[in-house]
C-alpha cells in the first residue's frame, strides 16, 4: 500500500522554509487512533462476541484478513478530507447528484441511530451488572453525558478525551490472558481459514465485515482531518498547500495503520476470549456485549466478568460521540450547513441539534418496544451491504483529478482500494446467494 510521494508536491515540499520538528508519536495519532478504537464499540464488541461464541476459532483469520483493506479504505477517506478540505458528504455532494448523496445519508443516520441505541442499552446494561441499579437511568444518563461533552467541550480537549478512552480496549486483550487459550490451535485458525458457505456463516462474516469496515467511520476520519486543518494554524488543505502533502500523508498512514491495528487486535481478542470460554461450553448464542460479559462470570470467573463489563461502558463512551457526530456531520454537509466540533454550538446549530437528536433517540430506543439489539446485528449487515456503493463512490472520487488535483490516488492504494470493494461486493453477494438455503 506504500505509494510515492508525488512529484509536484515532494519538490514543493523540499523547496519548503527549511526543515520542521519531527512530531512525536503521540502527536501523530488522532483521527486514525480514535477512528479504529471507536470501531470496537459494544454494537461491534456484540458482533465479534457472536462470532467467537457460535463458530469458536473458525472466523479469527477475517480480522487478519481485513486489516490491510480497512487500512487503505480509512486512509483514502482521510485523503480526501485532507487534500479537499471537505468531509465524504461535502465532496459526494460536490460531484454527484443529489439523489445519490441524500440516499447514502439517509441509511447511514438510520444506522447510526440504531448503533447508537444499542450501544446506549449494553452500557446500561453492563453497569447494572457491576453495581446494580436503574438500567434505563444509566441510558439516558450516558446520553446525557455524550450530548454535553460534544455539544460544550472544546475540539482539542474533547479530542484529548477520545484518546484517553482508547486505553478502555486493552481491558480485552487482558481477559485473553486470564483465560485458558489453546494458542497452537488459533495459530492455525487464523494462518488457514475454514470458510463454510451456510447462511449463518455467510451472515456472520457479512457482520463482522459490516462493522469492521463501516460507512460511519469513512465519514468521521475524513471529517476530523478537516476539523484538524481548522485547528492548526499552519495547515490547510493540500489543494491549497502542496508544499504540506508529503509530511500530513505519512502522518495520515501511520494513524491509520496503527488504529486500524488496534482495533483489528482488540476484535481479534474478543473472537479469541468468547471461543475459549463460551463456545467450549456451548454458549453459542450471544446477542449483546453485556450478555457475553454475564456469560463469561461462571465460566472464567468475576474478574474475567468485571473487565469485559467495564470495557464494555469505556468503549461505548468512545464511539458514541463517533456514531453521533459523523451522522451529524454527513446530514450537514448534504444539506450545506455550517458543521464541526471546532465550531461554538450558537455557530452550528443544525450540526449540534443533530448530534443531540441521534443521541435522544437511540436513548429513546431502549424505552420503547422496539428492541434495538435485535436490530442491531441486521444493522451491521445492513452497513456491509450500504459500503459497497459508498466505497465504490470514494474509489471514483479520489481517483479523480476534479475531485483532488493533484493528489490522485498512486497505483497501490488504488489496488488496495478496490480490492476492499470487491470483497466487501462478494461478500454481501455470498449473503444474498445462500439466503434461505
Same mark, same amino acid.
Given at each position: ?21 519531527? @512530531?512525536?508519536? $503521540?502527536?501523530?495519532?488522532? @483521527?486514525? %487512533? ?29 480480522? $487478519?484478513?481485513? =486489516? ?6 480509512? +486512509? ?72 454535553? %461533552? ?31 487459550? @489453546? =494458542? %497452537? +490451535? ?52 493540500? +489543494?491549497?498547500? @502542496?508544499?504540506?502533502? +508529503? ?20 476484535? $481479534? ?91 435522544? $433517540? ?76
Amino acid at each position: 500500500m506504500e505509494d510515492a510521494a508525488e512529484p509536484q508536491s515532494r519538490a514543493k515540499n523540499q523547496a519548503g522554509a527549511g526543515p520542521r520538528e519531527k @512530531p512525536k508519536l $503521540l502527536q501523530v495519532l488522532g @483521527p486514525g %487512533l480514535i477512528t479504529g478504537a471507536s470501531d470496537d464499540d459494544p454494537s461491534g464488541i456484540a458482533t465479534y462476541s457472536q462470532a467467537g461464541a457460535q463458530f469458536g476459532f473458525g472466523l479469527s483469520w477475517v480480522m $487478519l484478513f481485513s =486489516w490491510p483493506l480497512m487500512c487503505a479504505i480509512q +486512509e483514502i477517506a482521510a485523503r480526501i478530507g485532507r487534500v479537499t478540505g471537505r468531509g465524504i458528504a461535502g465532496n459526494l455532494r460536490k460531484h454527484y447528484p443529489n439523489p445519490i448523496v441524500y440516499s447514502i445519508v439517509a441509511l447511514l443516520v438510520v444506522a447510526n441511530v440504531i448503533n447508537i441505541g444499542a450501544d446506549l442499552g449494553a452500557m446500561g446494561a453492563s453497569l447494572k451488572l457491576l453495581i446494580g441499579g436503574n438500567q434505563l437511568f444509566y441510558v439516558a444518563a450516558f446520553g446525557l453525558i455524550t450530548v454535553v %461533552l460534544e455539544v460544550f467541550s472544546s475540539y482539542a480537549r474533547y479530542v484529548a478525551i477520545l484518546k484517553w478512552l482508547t486505553l478502555s480496549l486493552f481491558a480485552y486483550v487482558g481477559v485473553t490472558f486470564v483465560v485458558h487459550m @489453546p =494458542w %497452537l +490451535e488459533v495459530a492455525r485458525s487464523v494462518a488457514i481459514p475454514q470458510i463454510t458457505f451456510s447462511p449463518a456463516y455467510m451472515t456472520v462474516v457479512v457482520a463482522i465485515l459490516g462493522t469492521t469496515i463501516s460507512p460511519y467511520l469513512f465519514f468521521w476520519q475524513a471529517e476530523e482531518e478537516v476539523e484538524e486543518v481548522k485547528e492548526r494554524e499552519d495547515a490547510k488543505p493540500l +489543494e491549497r498547500a @502542496p508544499e504540506q502533502a +508529503e509530511a500530513e500523508f505519512g502522518r495520515i498512514r501511520l494513524d491509520t495503520y496503527i488504529g486500524m491495528g488496534v482495533s483489528n487486535a482488540v476484535a $481479534l481478542f474478543i473472537i479469541l476470549t468468547t471461543a475459549a470460554t463460551l463456545h467450549v461450553h456451548g454458549v453459542t448464542d450471544i446477542q449483546t456485549s453485556s450478555q457475553a460479559a454475564e456469560a463469561l462470570r461462571p465460566i472464567a470467573g468475576p474478574f474475567a466478568f468485571a473487565v469485559f463489563a467495564i470495557g464494555i461502558i469505556g468503549t461505548g463512551l468512545l464511539a458514541l460521540p463517533v456514531l453521533a457526530g459523523s451522522a451529524a456531520y454527513a446530514l450537514g454537509e448534504a444539506f450545506g450547513w455550517h458543521v464541526g466540533l471546532a465550531r461554538k454550538p450558537h455557530r452550528a446549530k443544525a450540526f449540534y441539534a443533530t448530534i443531540a437528536v441521534a443521541t435522544g $433517540l437511540g436513548v429513546l430506543l431502549n424505552y420503547s418496544p422496539i428492541d434495538p439489539i435485535k436490530a442491531l446485528f441486521w444493522s451491521a449487515v445492513i452497513n456491509g451491504v450500504v459500503a459497497v456503493p459508498v466505497m465504490a463512490l470514494m474509489m471514483h472520487l479520489s481517483s479523480q483529478k476534479a475531485a483532488m488535483g493533484d493528489f490522485q490516488l498512486g497505483r497501490g492504494l488504488r489496488t488496495v482500494g478496490w480490492l476492499a470493494t470487491a470483497v466487501m461486493a462478494a461478500a454481501a453477494v455470498g449473503l444474498f446467494a445462500t439466503w434461505g438455503k
